[in-house]
Nanobody, 115 residues
Framework: QVQLVEPGGGLVQPGGSLRLSCAAS????????MAWYRQPPGKQRELVAS???????NYADSVKGRFTISRDNAKNMVNLQMNSLKPEDTGVYLC?????????WGQGTQVTVSS
């Protein structure tokens, strides 16, 4: 059983940057799929960025060129670098890891982009 914790959220001004980290309680070296989702206020959860074990990345159109997903196997972490943040990026961000046949979710962290 792997538990995921996502510190790193907070309040940031438009145009600013924020780095989210998803820390796993155990090894995720065999994870075949890792992703960040977000749930804006009053809206459905949406996929923001994903990364496969072959290094293939996928981004929502709204974040392409601004967000970067990466993994750190040595630290059992999945990161999301967010640049040029916009108010519409506001929401609860959740980390998702699929390893073998098991899927794991973090509890989510709030990101608010506002002046």
């Amino acid at each position: 059983q792997v538990q995921l914790v996502e510190p790193g959220g907070g309040l940031v001004q438009p145009g600013g940057s924020l780095r989210l980290s998803c820390a796993a309680s155990g090894s995720i070296a065999n994870a075949n799929f890792m992703a960040w989702y977000r749930q804006p206020p009053g809206k459905q959860r949406e996929l923001v960025a994903s990364l496969t074990n072959r290094g293939i990345t996928n981004y929502a159109d709204s974040v392409k060129g601004r967000f970067t997903i990466s993994r750190d196997n040595a630290k059992n972490m999945v990161n999301l670098q967010m640049n040029s943040l916009k108010p519409e990026d506001t929401g609860v961000y959740l980390c998702n890891v699929v390893q073998f046949v098991h899927g794991y979710w973090g509890q989510g962290t709030q990101v608010t982009v506002s002046s």
